[in-house]
């Protein structure tokens, strides 16, 4: 304890008595703090644990979160994309990232990814740290990009079996016919992907971003081009999904 009694007396006055500190839904600790703190060497020792004892618990509460963003930024040059974005989201939720075009929405995306750094700030998926584990929160988290990436030349069903193969999934058979019903995708399964209309090449991009089973679904703008009932579609679809995941999406309409 007396190493920490290193400086001149010091006398914090803080602004409340009782600090109450919530962990999850369920669990609330409180602790009775003295108005006045000096260097008494038990006094400080009891004030030095308990601040350890908040940041054991605010992390904890981070790791309890599917997405953690602080104080993210990013520049292209002197072009500054973001600034100083923070946000959190709760497992199971439903998140609209609202924005008009160029407002950074596809950037937040693809730093939460993985596919391009950040400039300054941190993002956590899931528990884990974006720039220590991104090969982890990749295998954790679907992605459909704003250009949906797909295979024109491909059947659906060969698309969706190259992609088990890249997450080297057991018994693909099975889980790409699950995704198939899913999504629905059964009448047109058997049909090249180029061959499909903007709906269905949506929903495959949907069953691509699933089919390894994620905790997390990021999708940017996936609505972009569709007509009324195909957007319809789409969004209960998206709302089904999240049922079971933390779903991200962006767009530039309500």
């Known amino acids: 304890a007396t190493g920490l009694v290193l400086f001149k007396p010091l006398i914090l006055n803080l602004p409340f008595k009782r600090a109450w ?96 750094p950040a400039s300054s700030g941190k993002v956590e998926v899931v528990g884990l740290n974006i720039q220590n584990d991104p090969l982890k929160i990749k295998a954790r988290t679907g992605y459909l990009a704003e250009q949906n990436p797909l295979y024109y030349d491909m059947y659906v069903k060969e698309y969706l079996h190259f992609i088990a193969g890249v997450f080297k999934l057991k018994s693909p058979n099975k889980r790409i016919k699950d995704i198939i019903e899913t999504v629905g995708l059964e009448i047109e399964q058997n049909k090249k992907i180029g061959a499909l209309s903007k709906g269905y090449k949506q929903r495959v991009g949907l069953a691509q971003a699933l089919l390894h089973d994620p905790e997390v679904l990021i999708l940017d703008e996936p609505t972009t081009g569709l007509d009324p009932n195909q957007l319809e579609e789409i969004r209960g679809l998206i709302k089904k999904i999240g049922a079971k995941k933390t779903v991200m999406l962006s767009t530039h309409i309500m």
């Open 21 to 116: 500190i919530r962990l999850q839904e369920s669990l609330i600790i409180s602790y009775q703090l003295p108005v006045d703190f000096t260097t008494n060497p038990s006094t400080v020792l009891f004030f030095y644990e308990y601040l350890k004892l908040v940041n054991s618990l605010s992390t904890k509460r981070q790791q309890s979160m599917s997405i953690v963003v602080e104080g993210v930024s990013k520049l292209y040059g002197e072009q500054k994309a973001l600034d100083q974005v923070s946000f959190s989201i709760k497992p199971g939720e439903i998140v609209g990232f609202l924005g008009p075009n160029g407002a950074g929405k596809s950037t937040m995306m693809k730093i939460i990814t993985g596919f391009i």
